[in-house]
């Protein structure tokens, strides 16, 4: 069965005063029907412009190249301004990290959620009203159809959230990208929204790219994780094996920076990792992760290394792990 989501060597690149920023760089992604995929990695890392490339919503200047984009058996890289706009909000849609500023605050909740139906759909009003009824109620918002006459600051960040995933759900889409969605939101709110998230892509079959920096998110959501670091999937694996056995340095020193409950003392120090990303500029080559690694030696600067496949479904871009 053909993948619903297929990129090859997607690649993002930003003109910069100091020179070509390569914030993307060579990124491969498969995603099935119904598959939750975990980007994880550091902030400023490229989980997010990856998410925006996919979604052709880049800044102007940004320049994304791909050898092979495919979506639903459609050709993204071929795809004009129009027909992405058709597709967004429809086919695909994503779910911001701050609700507060993706909701329009001039105009009412009901408004902005029947806009996107309307916008897609040969509807009337009155059914989109009852749609976006029907998925508030869905999302687990109490007095629906009252709701729709409040504007966002009359919500909180938690119900905010919740109008945003009704909103992706308005058109059945097949595609949802998650970007961070509960960074803002306080914890038990957190696991309430990702409980939501896997409920209704399990009941609605849809594939789903959930980006965070919280590897106990992971744990509980994913079916894949790919760890990115400075524009790069160094690492990607089902998420029972990624945790059981990882293999770059990079995923390695993440899982030691987390307590373990049962193995983890109080008193016990949690792993760190020294130095800072590099910034992805100019000519980039070798392992960009050898100057943080206590394991580097002197082919780590090297061109390359590949993403390698040390077991199936388990791909390491380490020159040890080769």
């Known amino acids: 069965m053909a993948p619903l989501l297929l990129a090859e060597d997607l690649r993002v690149d930003i003109p910069t005063p100091m020179g070509m920023l390569h914030a993307v760089r060579g990124i491969d992604i498969s995603l099935s029907q119904g598959e939750t995929l975990c980007l994880v990695g550091e902030s400023g890392c490229g989980k997010s412009l990856t998410a925006l490339a996919l979604m052709a919503l880049l800044p102007q200047n940004a320049r994304r190249t791909a050898r092979r984009l495919d979506f ?4 993204l890289c071929a795809a004009g301004e129009r027909q992405m706009a058709d597709l967004r909000g429809d086919r695909m849609v994503m779910i911001f990290q701050e609700p507060m500023t993706s909701l329009n605050p001039a105009y009412s909740i009901g408004e902005q959620l029947e806009e996107v139906l309307l916008r897609h759909r040969k509807v009337s009003r009155a059914q989109a009203r009852e749609r976006a009824v029907f998925l508030l109620e869905k999302v687990g918002i109490t007095a629906a159809a009252s709701r729709l006459s409040q504007y966002p600051h009359q ?4 119900l905010r959230q919740r109008v945003m995933i009704a909103m992706a759900l ?3 889409p097949e595609l949802i990208i998650a970007d961070e969605p509960t960074t ?3 914890v038990t709110i957190q696991a309430q929204i990702l409980h939501l998230l896997k409920s209704l892509q399990r009941e609605f079959r849809m594939g789903l790219i959930l980006i965070t920096h ?4 992971v744990a509980r959501v994913a079916d894949r ?3 990115m670091y400075a524009g790069e999937i ?3 694996a089902p998420v029972k094996e990624l945790f059981a056995a990882p293999r770059h340095p990079y995923t390695q020193g993440l899982l030691r ?3 373990v409950p049962g193995k983890t003392r109080p008193d016990e120090r949690l792993g760190v990792i020294p130095g800072l990303v590099p910034a992805p500029i100019g000519d980039l080559s070798g392992c960009q992760f050898r100057n943080r690694c206590e394991h580097a030696r002197a082919d780590c600067a090297v061109p390359g290394p590949v993403l390698s496949q040390v077991r199936p479904d388990h791909g390491v871009r380490c020159v040890l792990a080769q």
């Open 72 to 75: 639903g058996g459609r050709d």
């Open 155 to 158: 919500l909180s960040g938690g």
């Open 170 to 172: 308005m058109c059945g």
């Open 184 to 186: 803002a939101l306080d």
């Open 214 to 217: 919280d590897l106990g998110i």
């Open 225 to 227: 994780v790919a760890v």
């Open 234 to 236: 160094v690492e990607t």
């Open 257 to 259: 920076c987390i307590p």
